[in-house]
């Protein structure tokens, strides 16, 4: 089934110990397309750019299944950009530059045949332009899900809130997960979470692995450990998209389908950050996705 | 199979977010032979207290199998005294006093029938204290295993490179591996301590879980997402006596064994953080433990 996806779509400059890259491909969409392009070829864009975006990315996207109708281009405008540089630990980072051009005055309009399409990913955006998408549904999606950040708690939190209560799954960090529960134990932020809408809770722990909640049960999907990580941008989005795309193909929004996408939006992931970028996202055969996933299994696989 | 086991035996003062002890039963040594008792009656205990520690709580570690003649008793002195305060995050914690005491001049001196014993679990100590042990050893053990710190690696890094090249299973958290081998990637990190002497590594991540590298092999152990987690303090220890108490009762040191011990510590830890000092830990029924292995199996428990 199709798989609608609003997000940024921009250039990034990235500073990490293994390396710097200037004014590469990037933005929350295009991680997330890319990853879900490896499971469900139903796509359809949401965004905004300049005209300084290459159009041979463009079609790229066209080639893996998406429809970019959806993709506003503003003639003599440029595109968001962003900028920062990570710390030795990789687990933090510091925002050198925000340029939202284009993205300021973003009004997302969905085109003829997005309003119906039965999954929604919405990525991390102001909750105002996440609500204008769920608004021109026209019928209820299946699943929607909806990715945030700390940033939005601080300066929008009540719109926040509005368009949390209209979504089926949430995808945050841990301590973006403590900062909207004011709970510590992870357990207690999902019970809480669910109380304000979401059935389905996803927490991201970057290096540290994902878990998913749903009513009392949890599943853990852990990190794969790397000999490589070269560039944590965009992981969380390709997660997620890997995610989305998966449980969107095989039209399943089990609980037991959805620990299976964690594994694969967890796959997915663990190629993204090897490379800046989509360096290595944009080249994943399907035996090195396999052979990605038997690791995962190999990895927790215990007999008691 | 008998563990030996050398470590601390204290009293603790303890603040977190969540409560207030003061001067409670500590100890890595308490914590280890408590977790390992659940999994190995065989115990041989290798420490030393002042006049105050409680007779009824070594009597209490008696009745679980551990042999006490390797506890030095001293009179008229004061046991080792440890004070600290948790975070809000509970990841981090201050030291707020480390009185020695009786440890200032600890000697450990085997009882006789201590110097065959097959596994050995040399608790977090300064390094000539565990090399001490491991000298007074007749027979090289089968396997032993040690716990260490940062602060070791600051002020004693050459000792302590010495004992490590004596020893099979290093046990330390992700921060102090990546100090140990200055590498970022633990994948990297394992491989660097392997060089140095120790078969397998042992890298605690707290909340996050913990992984067990052997060779190319990675195998982890999540952490079970806790409603409550009251007490951090011992967890480690806690790990570290559930796996090897259990490696040791079943004398069977393949990987497939050691990752069967590595869920069991975890299951310990889980226990051990739900209340102050040893109040958890106590008490843990064989149906309680039985469950909590049954939730890490479905914690991780995929099907692709």
């Known amino acids: 089934m199709s798989l609608l996806t609003v997000g940024t779509v921009a250039f990034d400059s990235i500073e990490t110990p293994f390396g710097k890259v200037d004014k590469v491909i990037g933005g929350a969409a295009t991680y997330i397309l890319w990853a ?21 990315e463009i079609m790229a996207l066209q080639q893996r299944g998406v429809d970019t109708r959806g993709l506003q281009i503003k003639e003599g405008e440029k595109s968001f950009f962003w900028s920062g540089r990570y710390h030795d630990n990789m687990n933090q980072r510091d925002t050198l530059v925000t340029d939202l051009n284009v993205l300021a005055d973003f009004d997302p309009a969905l085109p003829e045949g997005y309003q119906n399409t039965p999954y929604v990913m919405l990525g991390n955006l102001t909750p105002e332009i996440q609500m204008a998408v769920i608004k021109q549904m026209e019928q209820r999606p299946k699943l929607i899900a909806l990715d945030t950040m700390n940033f939005w708690m601080d300066v929008a ?18 301590e973006e997960a403590r900062q909207l529960s004011g709970e510590y134990s992870l357990m207690k932020s999902a019970l809480k979470i669910f109380t304000l809408g979401p059935k389905y809770l996803v927490i991201k722990k970057g290096e540290h692995g994902a878990l998913l909640f749903h ?13 490589e990580v070269k560039d944590p941008t965009g992981a969380g989005d390709t997660f997620a998209g890997g995610f989305m795309g998966y449980i969107a193909e095989s039209d ?36 090195e996705l396999d052979d990605r996933v038997g690791q995962f299994k190999r990895l927790v696989h215990f007999d008691i």
Chains 1, 2 share one sequence.
Request: proline residues 3%; hydrophobic residues 45%; aromatic residues 10%.
């Open 157 to 174: 939190m009540e719109s926040l809130l509005q368009v949390i209560k209209e979504i089926d799954v949430l995808i945050i960090n841990d």
């Open 252 to 287: 399943d929004v089990s609980f037991q389908n959805m620990k299976r996408a964690l594994i694969y939006g967890s796959a997915m992931a663990s190629f993204c950050v090897e490379e800046f970028s989509l360096d290595r996202l944009q080249g994943v055969t399907e035996q």
């Open 215 to 227: 009513e009392h049960d949890v599943f853990f999907a852990p990190a794969l450990p790397l000999l």
């Open 36 to 56: 879900a392009s490896y499971f469900n070829r139903d796509l359809q864009l949401v965004s905004i750019i300049g005209d300084d975006w290459p159009n041979e």
